[in-house]
Nanobody
Framework: QVQLVESGGGMVQAGGSLRLSCAASGRTESRYAMAWFRQAPGKEREAVAAVAWSGRSTFYADSVKDRFTISRDNAMNTLYLQMNALKPEDTAVYYC??????????????????????WGQGTLVTVSS
């Protein structure tokens, strides 16, 4: 089992930046693919960005490409999401998620909610216009 704790959310004006962090604890000796999801009021949870255990493969939703960057520091057991040029439509609760992978899947990322058994509690990002 791994526990995930997000931080870094808050309120920012449109065009601003925020950096989310997700600290993992517990069985961190295992390999984990990880992702950031978000859920806006009245909408389904959607994948924003995902990264393989190796860090060499990444995914971005079209809505955040060229604005958001996902990265990870496996030595520090931390996942990041750098969010630039934020828009009001980015307002949502952002969740960190993790799934154990075997060594042959070290370069694989996952983008579906059901891929991930481990979730953080979420951090709210509010972008004002």
């Amino acid at each position: 089992q791994v526990q995930l704790v997000e931080s870094g959310g808050g309120m920012v004006q449109a065009g601003g930046s925020l950096r989310l962090s997700c600290a993992a604890s517990g069985r961190t000796e295992s390999r984990y693919a990880m992702a950031w999801f978000r859920q806006a009021p009245g909408k389904e949870r959607e994948a924003v960005a995902a990264v393989a255990w190796s860090g060499r493969s990444t995914f971005y939703a079209d809505s955040v490409k060229d604005r958001f960057t996902i990265s990870r520091d496996n030595a520090m057991n931390t996942l990041y999401l750098q969010m630039n040029a934020l828009k009001p439509e980015d307002t949502a609760v952002y969740y960190c998620a993790a799934v154990t992978v075997i060594s042959s899947n070290s370069n694989t990322y996952y983008t579906r909610n059901y891929n991930y058994p481990y979730w953080g509690q979420g951090t709210l990002v509010t972008v004002s216009s």
